[in-house]
């Protein structure tokens, strides 16, 4: 991965194959696991259906959504990768009807006197989300895709706000949960940021804010349910020495909501809406 030339073309062969997926099925990815580990009784189902909220027929739904739409994740690992291989990123660009995250992983590898291998890992370069392209038909019928006129990478100098994997995937699982939510979210969060608020992604949404300039705090999470959870906020203020302001927050929020707060022994108060 030290020569340029190499580092290309294994950007444009992770692309390829990404594309190619693209155009599988559920039952097409499965079997070819199955081929792959050699393995008839092989179910990608059986294998996260202990770790899922989502029944069967939700999940293969799921999967067959982000196969048509390309969001996949592509690692390139390898020894030597730096940070000038960012400029790569303009291949992505090529493939502008795909949705994929891309990371890139340097492990590097020492040696010592007792010839010992360790590996350090390292990431040059945050991943970040390719927006799928501009797709136009002409009036002869002609199709292009048109790739974003953008910057996409985290700290452009563009004052447009990349979308990282997380932020997709998390708004992609609320859809599927409680459809139309995620936009009334997006409308939350830009009226959110007057105010302070800037929205984390991680399995879950933060909403972090910074009250004063040495410490971050939390207003609440949203979870790829729909469900709202305030403790964060009200263990923040607790912490703080104002759980009266907590108590405050907890009861204007069910005032919007319509609902009340509850207390209970040994356990913070809850909004119920």
Request: charged fraction near 25%.
């Amino acid at each position: 991965m030290r020569n340029p030339e190499a580092r290309r073309e294994v950007v444009a062969q992770a692309l390829d194959y990404a594309r190619a997926l693209s155009t599988w099925r559920y039952s097409e990815l499965e079997r070819a696991v199955r081929s792959a580990t050699n393995n008839p009784d092989f179910s990608l189902w059986g294998l996260i259906e202990d770790q899922s909220d989502l029944d069967e027929a939700q999940f293969i739904d799921a999967v067959e959504r982000r196969l048509q739409f390309g969001r996949f994740l592509l690692l390139i690992i390898g020894d030597g990768i730096q940070e000038g291989v960012e400029a790569l990123t303009h291949y992505l660009q090529l493939h502008a009807g795909l949705h994929v995250g891309l990371a890139l992983v340097d492990l590097s590898i020492w040696q010592d006197a007792e010839e010992r291998l360790l590996v350090v890992p390292r990431i040059p370069m945050r991943t970040v989300l390719v927006e799928r392209g501009i797709v136009t038909i002409s009036a002869n019928r002609e199709l292009t895709i048109a790739p974003p006129s953008q910057p996409f990478l985290r700290g452009s100098s563009s004052s447009r706000t990349s979308t990282t994997l997380s932020e997709a995937e998390f708004f992609d699982q609320l859809e599927q949960h409680r459809p139309g939510l995620a936009d009334l979210i997006r409308a939350f969060l830009v009226q959110a940021s007057e105010i302070g608020i800037v929205p984390e992604y991680r399995r879950s949404l933060l909403l972090r804010w910074k009250p004063s300039p040495d410490l971050t705090a939390s207003a609440g999470i949203f979870d790829p349910s729909g469900k709202v959870w305030l403790y964060n906020a009200w263990q923040t203020a607790n912490n703080l020495g104002c759980p009266d302001a907590g108590e405050r927050y907890m009861a204007a929020v069910a005032d919007l909501a319509g609902g009340s707060v509850k207390t209970y022994t040994r356990s913070p108060p809850k909004s119920w809406g």
